[in-house]
């Protein structure tokens, strides 16, 4: 006896000689069904499926001036979905995921506000004219056929029709010979694919590489600077004044983990100015720069009271007092403000002496309070 392997992916015993069983296998041996032409096979296969065809529309006629111009708007409408998607990659790239040196400007208003929008909407636009293509394609392109089936096991023979069937439609399909079609889609399949994954990249690149959150542009021999971009030098401030300061580099203005609060003590608060431990050589005379970044919700902190030695923020009223190292002594804030330890260049000029020592804003996942 003769076994025959029937899993799916074999040959379903074709490759073996002699009779099959099982429904029609009983009337056509492999031989006989590998002579048959694809078409007839498709019939032969509709037949012994009990397919009876009730209505054929065999679609435009090939080369017609009908099919060119379905040809024509299913080609655009893919092309569209392609450029719709390869416009959110685009706009996705410039929010500086994939090119560190090519961000959005933050505006209140303008192009910036939109990102989110545009990414949505491109997604959409895209997706959905992927929808329309498929309908006009199927409407417009496609042999239509209504026919009713009776439903039973399967065989070999089975197997080697309904293949027939498959490859017959593609066939059908004319993919192969509507290269606009096919090459839209080839175009519209990248751009969707890369769309579909870019959003993804939040997974695979380390959101955290080179300690971002931890760091500012503050370094040594850094200038502090005037929103102007003028620089500063010990006796250009009053006693008791507040000064908002950023770091003298590109964009530094612009940068608002950076922005710093170069505050001169008046000489009361000299005498009683109580720094943290370990940070006793931050200041400079009587000059102390503290991290404008309020810790408890970020706010922007800068309503000084020079009476009472103390920086509030106007959002959830916390307070921090200058003269202990901008500890927190009212509100919601835990956490004492950052100071940057400050000194003076050979010009006179004030300079940072290095980064803050901890990450400046609010307390986040990965990080101990201080």
């Known amino acids: 006896m003769t076994t025959r392997e029937t899993r799916p992916g074999s040959t379903g015993g074709a490759d073996v000689p002699g009779p099959l069983h099982g429904g029609p296998d009983d009337d056509y041996t492999p ?8 078409e007839d096979l498709d019939r032969l296969g509709a037949a012994y ?4 065809i009730l209505h054929v529309d065999p679609g435009p006629e090939p080369g017609s001036a009908v099919e060119r111009r379905a040809v024509r708007q299913v080609g655009l409408t893919f092309a ?91 066939h059908n399909s004319g993919l192969a010979r509507r290269k606009l079609i096919t090459r839209s889609l080839v175009f519209m399949g990248g751009g969707l694919g890369l769309m579909l994954i870019m959003p993804l990249g939040g997974l695979i690149r380390n959101p955290n590489t080179g300690d971002p959150l931890g760091t500012t542009n503050w370094g040594p021999g850094v200038r502090l ?28 203005n612009r940068q608002a983990d950076a922005a710093t609060m170069l505050i001169r003590l008046r000489p009361e608060q000299v005498a009683v100015n109580r720094p943290r431990e370990g940070q006793d050589d931050f200041g400079y005379g009587d000059y102390v720069a503290y991290s404008k970044i309020c810790t408890h919700a970020g ?21 921090f007092d200058v003269t202990q190292g901008a500890k927190p002594v009212f509100g919601p804030a ?7 330890p400050i000194t003076v260049d050979d010009e006179g000029y004030f300079v940072a002496r290095d980064d803050y020592p901890e990450a400046v804003g609010p307390t986040y996942w990965n990080r101990e309070r201080i």
Not at 31 to 38: D, T
Not at 49 to 52: P, T
């Open 80 to 170: 569209l979905a392609g450029l719709a998607a390869f416009a959110f990659i685009v706009i996705y790239v410039g929010s500086g995921w994939f090119l560190p040196d090519w961000h959005w400007e933050i505006t209140e208003g303008g192009w910036s506000a939109l990102f989110t929008p545009m990414l949505g909407a491109l997604m959409g636009l895209s997706l959905v004219l992927v929808g329309v293509g498929l309908v006009l394609y199927t409407k417009k392109l496609l042999p239509h056929e209504t026919a009713v089936q009776d439903k039973h096991d399967g065989s070999h023979f089975d197997r080697v029709t309904t293949g027939a069937t498959l490859v017959g439609g593609l």
């Open 225 to 252: 600077v005037r929103d102007d971009g003028t620089p500063i030098r010990p006796g250009d401030q009053q006693p008791g004044s507040l000064e908002t300061v950023f770091p003298a580099v590109p964009g530094g």
């Open 334 to 340: 835990t956490r004492a403000l950052p100071e940057l």
């Open 49 to 52: 499926d009990g397919v009876q």
């Open 31 to 38: 031989e006989q069904l590998a002579a048959i032409s694809r």
């Open 299 to 319: 706010c922007p902190v800068s309503l000084y009271e020079q009476e009472t030695s103390r920086i509030l923020c106007p959002c959830h009223q916390s307070q």
